[in-house]
């Protein structure tokens, strides 16, 4: 599908939930790798989302695996990010291109004081690491603009779409302006 985008001159992302077998298959890497070549596809238009929990499994095999993807060309997402054990160390070693914000947090935004606490130093953190940062679960203008203001301008949620089959994507797209869709 990200090779069809691409031809069609559409600048997308396509994001890719990995299930915990799947990312620690000892022949993910090697597959991946043919189905890129056999495909054509742009890996750079490609995120691979794990969560946070299957990264920590196994923290020494999961920074080997993100870096092997990332050397093909792929982001690594952590998606959940804050809802497991949350190891500082472990992100920084984790060497994942972005970090995603679970919902949880975004679900009381803005008026929970603790969730906005929490949302804001994943926020400042990410940031100090260089690390893209994406909110999940957004659902309301009020989500939104705090998101914004405190300096994530990424996000994913049933305000801007709900999930749907890739032909009705398709008519949505062109309906509507984003710079990046997952």
């Known amino acids: 599908q990200s090779r069809a985008w691409a031809d069609a001159g559409k600048r997308l992302r ?8 799947q990312f620690q298959d000892p022949e993910f890497v090697p597959t991946l790798r043919q189905a890129i070549g056999e495909s054509g596809a742009n890996p750079q238009a490609i995120e691979l989302e794990i969560t946070e929990s299957v990264a ?7 920074q080997t695996t993100i870096g ?16 497991y054990y949350s190891s500082l160390s472990y992100l920084k070693k984790l060497g ?11 679900s009381g935004l803005p008026s929970d004081e ?3 606490a929490i949302v804001r130093a994943i926020i400042a953190l990410g940031r100090s690491l260089g690390r893209e940062i994406i909110a ?30 890739e032909p009705d994507f398709e008519r949505w797209l062109g309906t509507h302006h984003i710079q990046t869709a997952v």
Do not use: H, Y
Request: glycine share 10%; proline share 4%.
């Open 136 to 165: 999940e679960g957004v659902e309301t203008t009020e989500q939104a603009g705090w998101l914004i203001r405190e300096g994530c301008s990424t996000a994913q949620g049933f305000l801007f779409a709900r999930p749907m089959p």
């Open 114 to 116: 603790g969730d906005a």
């Open 96 to 106: 994942a291109d972005t970090i995603k914000i679970d919902r949880s947090f975004v």
């Open 68 to 83: 092997e993807c990332r050397d093909l060309g792929f982001r690594v997402v952590l998606d959940d990010f804050g809802t």
């Open 14 to 21: 396509l994001a890719v939930n990995l299930s915990a077998r």
């Open 56 to 62: 920590l499994r196994d923290p020494s095999a999961a």
